[in-house]
């Protein structure tokens, strides 16, 4: 059977690419090769191609498509639905000579070439597109039991509540954290503890609707989000049904395992319309419960009582400004070799009656009530007095990373009254370090002009807690950033067989592309630090080497 007859404009397309030489090809600046469409052999191949793949120039003209893409069905083009097609993307994976499967795009056209029919094939490597997609869905699951972490679970509660708000219904969210958890990984050690930990959350997604949420949150915690409830009353219902979830021992690896869980519930708009105020009222009812015995669920205080600790906070925040009871104690960062590489501020609230208040509890109600202002300037004021003190005769100076508040950065008058500190207590702008997190960055435009004049002056500055929000990394190679702080939620299951592992290597693998050091939080063991060496991580944070203490309490 003769072939089908070609168009016009195929026609001189194919004539367009038969005048492809050799030179062009060597010429490409992308990997590219030519191949004999009814042999599948290479008859031209250049350098960049045997560099990707490993081969020297002989051998990959010895070889075929198919020892590159044995998966492919770049190799069936001539039987398949690329045989009326001039020019075509695939998206596949190739094999290189010592096995490494890498993702690539290939753009393929028709010719003849030599007399031959062939295929003109120019090959993107995508490996790094695709190392940011799977880093960005690594980072919205835990690596344990593959259920939404913290980052997802903060969109889904905002979805769920955006909604309840817009139709008028309610929502709800449930804490719910296993009692006594350390007994089971002390008994019968931390592997079956890990099987029970999976168990539980594929039993609570199975019990839960496929609208609603299940997250894991902690070591032996998780949280639901109810994206739809009829009232209070039906929420508590729901805690109910889950405790009886653990009403029967669990059958794991052949041990029979008993649990109980204490559950913390808040609906909106009924215990408050915030999400973060939400979250933090069914947490404070878990706790409740927990402290009740366990084994139980507890309702969330009322709006008007969450109101009412709301307003004493914000007195007590007052009061402290004026009388100077806050203060600073600092935790001390290491570079791999054992040196100092400086010290993180990190602001104390003291209570009478609950001891310290959590920066977690009281920042946001400061950012709300516009007090961040003024505890941010005494932050940076009291920092630069005390690099003042530490620095009068050192040889090598320390230097102090100060948290700052997107709301500061947005403030016209930010850079002056930094500035004014400084030359106040008369230190070297390049001693200090700013800590903002992602979500600054999503105000790029209000944010960028005041973050270079600082850096102008020599002030660094670092992300915090990244990984958590990748929204801003378009805009990382634009601003004045020196340091990337990688999250502690990744070091606290860092290991070479973990998804934090791809997570951490691919962070620390981009910000040494971009010329920026990369501090990794929240190391407490051993092994943590093994692995992130090996990793070249650049320096680390963490109760392993140091606990938050007052600057009385530190040798330099």
Same mark, same amino acid.
């Given at each position: 059977m003769m072939p089908p007859k070609r168009s016009r404009q195929e026609q001189a397309r194919v004539r367009k690419t038969s005048h492809i030489t050799p030179i062009l090809v060597a010429s490409n600046p992308l990997p590219m090769w030519i191949y004999d469409v009814e042999s599948l052999r290479f008859l031209e191949v250049n350098e960049h191609a045997t560099h990707l793949y490993g081969y020297t120039q002989e051998e990959f003209l010895s070889l075929t498509v198919n020892d590159l893409f044995p998966e492919s069905d770049l190799s069936k083009a001539e039987h398949g639905p690329y045989t009326k097609l001039i020019d075509i993307e695939q998206k596949t994976v190739s094999t290189t000579k010592d096995g490494t499967l890498i993702p690539v795009k290939l753009h393929v056209s028709e010719l003849r070439y030599r007399g031959k029919q062939a295929r003109y094939v120019v090959v993107e490597d995508v490996t790094e597109m695709h190392s940011v997609q799977e880093l960005v869905r690594l980072a919205h699951h835990d690596d344990l039991t593959g259920l939404p972490n913290r980052i997802l679970l903060k969109q889904r509660m905002a979805e769920s509540f955006n909604a309840a708000k817009?139709?008028?219904?309610?929502?709800?969210?449930?804490?719910?954290?296993?009692?006594? +958890?350390?007994?089971?990984?002390?008994?019968?050690? @931390?592997?079956?503890?890990? #099987?029970?930990?999976? *168990?539980v959350g594929s039993t609570l997604?199975?019990?839960?609707?496929?609208?609603?949420?299940?997250?894991?949150?902690?070591? *032996? #915690? +998780?949280?639901?989000?109810?994206?739809?409830?009829?009232?209070? *009353? =039906?929420? *508590?219902?729901?805690?109910?049904?889950?405790?009886?979830? +653990?009403?029967?021992?669990?059958?794991?690896?052949? @041990?029979?395992?008993?649990? %109980? =869980? %204490?559950?913390?519930?808040?609906? +909106?708009?009924? @215990?408050?319309?915030?999400?973060?105020?939400?979250?933090? %009222?069914?947490?404070?009812?878990?706790?409740?419960a927990k402290r009740a015995g366990g084994n139980r669920h507890a309702m969330a205080a009322s709006i008007t009582t969450v109101m009412s600790e709301n307003i004493g906070i914000e007195n007590h925040m007052r009061e402290n400004l004026s009388s100077g009871g806050f203060h600073l104690q600092y935790q001390t960062q290491y570079f791999m070799s054992g040196q100092i590489r400086g010290m993180e501020a990190l602001i104390r609230l003291p209570h009478g009656s609950l001891g310290f208040v959590s920066p977690d509890r009281f920042i946001p109600l400061a950012e709300e009530n516009g007090l961040i202002h003024n505890i941010g300037k005494w932050v940076i004021q009291e920092a630069c007095r005390q690099l003042m003190i530490w620095n009068r005769d050192r040889e090598v100076p320390v230097c102090i990373a100060v948290n700052v508040s997107p709301l500061q950065l947005m403030r016209d008058d930010f850079a002056d009254e930094v500035r004014e500190a400084i030359l106040e207590f008369g230190i070297d702008p390049t001693w200090l370090e700013m800590e903002i997190t992602e979500r600054a960055i999503l105000n790029f435009d209000e944010i960028a002009k005041r973050m270079i004049s600082l850096a102008n002056l020599g002030i660094r500055f670092a992300i915090d807690d990244f990984g958590t929000g990748y929204s801003s990394l378009q805009h990382l190679q634009r601003l004045p950033v020196s340091t990337l702080k990688i999250d502690r939620s990744f070091i606290q299951r860092l290991s070479e067989s973990s998804r934090s592992y791809s997570i951490v290597k691919a962070i620390i693998a981009m910000g040494h592309s971009l010329q920026m050091q990369i501090v990794s939080e929240g190391v407490e063991v051993e092994d943590q630090m093994r692995v992130l060496r090996k990793l070249h991580c650049d320096s680390v944070q963490g109760f392993l080497l140091s606990r938050p203490v007052d600057p009385e309490a530190i040798s330099l």
């Open positions: 817009k139709n008028g219904r309610r929502a709800g969210l449930i804490c719910l954290d296993l009692d006594r +958890f350390k007994q089971i990984n002390d008994w019968y050690g @931390h592997a079956i503890g890990d #099987e029970c930990l999976k *168990e997604v199975r019990r839960m609707r496929g609208m609603d949420t299940v997250a894991r949150t902690g070591g *032996e #915690e +998780f949280t639901l989000v109810l994206a739809e409830v009829e009232s209070v *009353e =039906a929420a *508590e219902v729901v805690a109910k049904a889950l405790l009886q979830i +653990f009403s029967s021992p669990l059958e794991v690896e052949g @041990h029979s395992i008993s649990l %109980s =869980a %204490s559950i913390g519930m808040s609906v +909106f708009p009924d @215990h408050g319309t915030d999400d973060s105020v939400l979250w933090r %009222s069914a947490d404070a009812a878990m706790y409740r």
